[in-house]
């Protein structure tokens, strides 16, 4: 069915003409090993078509069984989950007292994967009769469970307990004394989908999950950590820096894969369009189709354009998009899996591991900003070992292009690093008093070297945030609940976005309040627009109304960089490359409105604003002055040469870490005084930082030939979105000169060979 689907698409005359390439992954059989299992659970298993397990499995168990920390990265609906599940159920059946812990980074994950090991559970005879009280032996504990249930739980605890990082970090270690029980013989700690953490949220989870230790510590368990991961290019790293623990990795995948089809379009006409016709023409082929777009506004959209040009279709087709109720989410998650959905219209929403049954088209709007997200998403389809199809509809972003023109790196194993930074002291700083609240730190602590941290101390004992103990070498809290203070998917002041009846409809933090709060700005929250009627700096309030308008809004902004520190340096010919600590002055002076559909501009306002001021971690280029002079006897805009690079490496950033271009910022200069020459830099977007440019650092070599070949490979004259127009550039990207920037990239590259 796919590959007839494929060739009507080949022959089409509107479909044809916009097909870029195409490649074909033959399918794999399957590698299987020996497992060893307790007989119950052997039979259980293999009642349910469970029986042979696969390499990677088999692997995973034995280095559990062996005390090891485990992280196991393999492809999508390869039975990552049975590598943890089944040593915390054989521990469970030899020891009844066990607990385990099981990590997901949204609460909808843990939907499905409760369910599943419910039924595993109470089949093996272990649930009600063990343990009377207890509604299920596995039990959720997120935002969405009642009071009532909550305490049901904590009195009566159940074997596992389901939650996520804000739980865990608000309800759990802030109360870990109401958890003494379960804490006293915790043995497993589960983190799933581990690639999800990565940059300031990443960070810190980090902390969450050191201090979790501690407690562990302070009630006398020692838990092994078991973690799950897409595929990334530092699995074992990232779980090592997440929890602070040596991990053993697992990456050599034994599972069976279908054949796998890949169509790389680069449209005609608009991508949206294209996208609504090709699910339909999907949909009527007979094929179960997803859809991944990258706004809420798009998914709704095309799913409006379908009902409107398909309605035969309309009863078999759905969008889907975090701001639905979770019941809205489970019931769509539920039609899918039992297949009276034949398609569905996604944000990235069900990238993650929610098991919605057997697709066979995976069709993406945009690439999804990551290799390892794009693989993620193609996993969707294809799950029970059937020919699959995913299409990849580029639009007119320089990251997108690069991907259509060398459809390679998707099948090279490039991929890209996942970057937390636990040493970040902005994040440190915040969860040390957090830390302290729960168990005090101590000279001799478990998990933090305080000698290595004395200076935050001492900043937070003079800010009252920690008080001395009287002995000495002893630090308490000095907040009551430290913990409510401190937002974890962001960094910085906190600023509320409210109704004008005072309503909450959203947060903000650092930079974000004044580029995407101030007065004017439209500001999308579950698939609304609000309109900001102004911003109260005093309170940390931002007062918005709901709007529907067919424009966005751009900040443009002024910005001033100074180099604190210089780490490390190297020379690429005359060039230099330097890593250190900025700091960062940004003031946003005004903004565009441009068309929601073609980017067209179709004003510009004044904004008179404070300027924001943070201290974050960078890299930057030290240009020679005989080729500034180069640049310019040759015709070329030096501003607009050094601007057009600065933006073009920034959207190369994201094939070598896991990255949005919004979570780091540049700035280019003509003549820095500071150097007395000219200088591009590149920056983490967050106070502190989170390695985003480290990184970078050491791979400027890959990095900065990939920049030159994303602009000299676009077919544009001047500059388009394409290769070094950024639509969130600050100063309406003015100006800019691509060929200059060519010459540029050029001249370093030759350093390179």
Same mark, same amino acid.
């Given at each position: 069915m796919v590959g007839e689907f494929i060739k009507e698409l080949k022959k089409s005359r509107t479909f044809g003409p916009q097909i870029a390439s195409y490649r074909y992954i033959p399918p794999k059989g399957p590698v299987y090993g020996r497992l060893s299992l307790d007989n119950r659970l052997r039979e259980l298993l293999s009642r349910r078509g469970i029986k042979r397990f696969w390499s990677h499995q088999v692997k995973g168990i034995g280095h559990i069984r062996r005390g090891k920390n485990v992280v196991i990265m393999t492809p999508t609906a390869s039975g990552k989950s049975l590598v943890y599940n089944i040593p915390v159920v054989e521990t469970i059946l030899k020891e009844p007292d066990t607990h385990a812990l099981y990590i997901f980074p949204l609460k909808g994950l843990e939907q499905d994967q409760v369910k599943n090991l419910n039924d595993l559970l109470t089949a093996l005879g272990i649930g009600q009769r063990a343990r009377r009280g207890v509604l299920n032996p596995a039990e959720i504990y997120d935002g969405d469970t009642t009071a009532y249930r909550r305490k049901r739980i904590r009195e009566r605890l159940p074997y596992i307990i389901f939650t996520n990082p804000d739980m865990l970090h608000l309800a759990i270690n802030a109360f870990h004394t109401k958890w003494e029980g379960f804490f006293r013989t915790l043995r497993y700690v589960i983190i799933d989908e581990i690639h999800a953490y990565r940059g300031v949220f990443g960070s810190n989870v980090a902390q969450i999950l050191r201090r979790l230790r501690r407690i562990c510590t302070r009630w006398g368990s020692n838990p092994q950590f078991i973690a799950s991961s897409a595929t990334i290019a530092n699995p074992g790293e990232l779980a090592q820096r997440l929890v602070g623990l040596p991990f053993e990795a697992v990456t050599e995948s034994g599972a069976p894969q279908g054949g796998r089809h890949f169509l790389f379009v680069n449209p005609l006409e608009s991508p949206y369009t294209l996208a609504m016709r090709l699910f339909?023409? *999907?949909?009527?082929? =007979? #094929?179960?189709?997803?859809?991944?777009? /990258? &706004?809420?506004?798009?998914?709704?959209l095309i799913y409006a354009w379908c009902v409107k040009s398909a309605p035969a279709i309309t009863g078999r087709i759905s969008p889907y998009r975090a701001g639905f109720l979770p019941a809205e989410r489970r019931e769509i998650e539920r039609r899918l899996f039992s297949g009276e959905l034949s398609g569905v219209i996604s944000t990235s929403a069900l990238e993650l591991g929610i098991d919605v049954g057997g697709l066979d088209c995976c069709i993406l709007v945009g690439y999804p900003g990551s290799i390892s997200s794009t693989w993620q998403r193609a996993g969707r389809v294809g799950r029970h070992g059937e020919e699959s199809l995913v299409v990849l509809i580029a639009l007119q972003d320089a990251? +997108?292009?690069?991907?259509?023109?060398?459809?390679?790196?998707?099948?090279?194993?490039? !991929?890209?690093? &996942?970057?937390?930074?636990?040493?970040?002291?902005?994040? #440190? /700083?915040?969860? #040390?008093? %957090?830390? *302290?609240?729960?168990?005090?730190?101590?000279?001799?602590?478990?998990?933090? $070297?305080?000698?290595?941290? /004395?200076?935050?101390?001492?900043? @937070?004992?003079?800010?009252?945030? @920690?008080?001395?103990?009287?002995k000495g070498g002893i630090w308490f809290s000095g907040l009551r609940m430290p913990q409510r203070g401190v937002e974890i998917r962001g960094i910085g002041a906190l600023f509320r976005i409210v109704d004008e009846k005072g309503n909450p409809i959203g947060e903000l933090d650092g930079m974000r309040v004044y580029r995407e709060g101030y007065p004017g700005a439209v500001y999308l929250h579950r698939g609304r627009q609000y309109k900001v009627e102004e911003l109260v700096i005093e309170s940390r309030r931002i007062i918005a109304r709901e709007v529907d308008v067919q424009y966005y809004t751009q900040a443009l902004t002024t910005e001033r960089t100074e180099i604190l520190s210089e780490k490390t340096s190297k020379a690429i010919g005359e060039f230099e490359i330097c890593s250190g600590g900025l700091r960062i002055s940004q003031r946003v002076v005004g903004y565009e409105k441009r068309n929601i559909y073609d980017r067209r501009r179709l004003s510009r306002h004044a904004l008179d604003l404070p300027e924001y001021v943070f201290d974050t971690e960078g890299l930057w280029i030290v240009i020679p002055d005989?080729?500034?002079? @180069?640049?310019?006897?040759? =015709?070329? +805009?030096?501003?607009? $040469?050094?601007? &057009?690079?600065?933006?073009?490496?920034? $959207? *190369?950033?994201?094939?070598?870490? #896991? %990255?949005?271009?919004?979570?780091?910022? =540049?700035?280019?200069?003509? !003549?820095?005084?500071? @150097?007395?020459? &000219? %200088?591009i830099f590149i920056y983490d977007g967050y106070e502190g930082g989170v390695g985003y440019t480290s990184h970078l650092f050491d791979l400027a070599r890959e990095w900065l030939q990939t920049t030159l070949r994303i602009i000299s490979e676009c077919r544009c004259e001047s500059g388009c979105p394409s290769c070094v127009q950024d639509p969130q550039c600050g100063s309406g990207n003015q100006p800019l000169d691509k060929e200059g920037a060519k010459f540029l990239l050029e001249h370093i590259s030759s350093r390179l060979r």
């Open positions: 339909v023409e *999907a949909i009527r082929a =007979g #094929l179960k189709t997803i859809v991944f777009t /990258k &706004a809420r506004k798009i998914t709704e990251l +997108d292009q690069y991907i259509i023109r060398h459809p390679e790196r998707l099948f090279q194993k490039a !991929f890209e690093s &996942a970057i937390v930074d636990p040493d970040n002291e902005v994040i #440190l /700083k915040k969860h #040390l008093p %957090c830390a *302290a609240s729960e168990v005090y730190l101590r000279e001799d602590d478990s998990v933090y $070297s305080m000698e290595r941290i /004395k200076h935050i101390v001492d900043e @937070l004992l003079e800010e009252g945030a @920690l008080r001395q103990g009287r005989y080729v500034s002079g @180069l640049l310019e006897e040759r =015709g070329y +805009d030096l501003a607009g $040469s050094l601007h &057009a690079a600065e933006h073009a490496s920034i $959207s *190369a950033m994201p094939l070598y870490v #896991l %990255c949005e271009k919004m979570d780091v910022g =540049g700035l280019s200069y003509s !003549f820095y005084p500071a @150097l007395k020459k &000219a %200088c």
